[in-house]
């Protein structure tokens, strides 16, 4: 079974900056297996989920537009670990940022990235951005 582990939340102010981390647990075969693609989504309060960044096993990004130039997906293969560094934030960035993994590559290569209907998720870590 894979976990995913979501850290690094906070409250900031805007135009300030917080990096999130998700590491990945579970047996080597399976983290393999569902992690083909991993990324963010987030939610707010009375509003949708909204796919924030995706990156595939070979490094290739993709970003929603209204991240694009702040945000920053990345991931560190030797220490399972899956970051977003999040620059330049604004207070409707605030939401509860959840990290997902697929193993599909039909699923990552979906129009709008896919990530919400990704079917591996952490507990989500809230990022809260005042005026």
């Known amino acids: 079974q894979v976990q995913l582990v979501e850290s690094g939340g906070g409250s900031v102010q805007a135009g300030g900056s917080l990096r999130l981390s998700c590491t990945v647990y579970?047996?080597?075969?399976?983290?393999?297996?569902?992690?083909?693609?991993m990324g963010w989504f987030r939610q707010a309060p009375g509003k949708a989920r909204e796919g924030v960044a995706t990156i595939k096993r070979d490094g290739v990004t993709r970003y929603a537009d209204s991240v694009k130039g702040r945000f920053t997906i990345s991931q560190d293969n030797a220490k399972n670990t899956l970051y977003l560094q999040m620059n330049a934030l604004k207070p409707e960035d605030t939401a509860k940022y959840y990290c997902?993994?697929?193993?599909?590559?039909?699923?990552?290569?979906?129009?709008?990235?896919?990530?919400?209907?990704?079917?591996?998720r952490g507990q989500g870590t809230q990022v809260t951005v005042s005026s």
């Open positions: 579970g047996h080597t075969p399976s983290v393999h297996m569902v992690t083909y693609c």
């Open positions: 997902a993994a697929t193993g599909s590559p039909q699923l990552c290569s979906r129009s709008d990235g896919g990530v919400t209907d990704f079917g591996v």
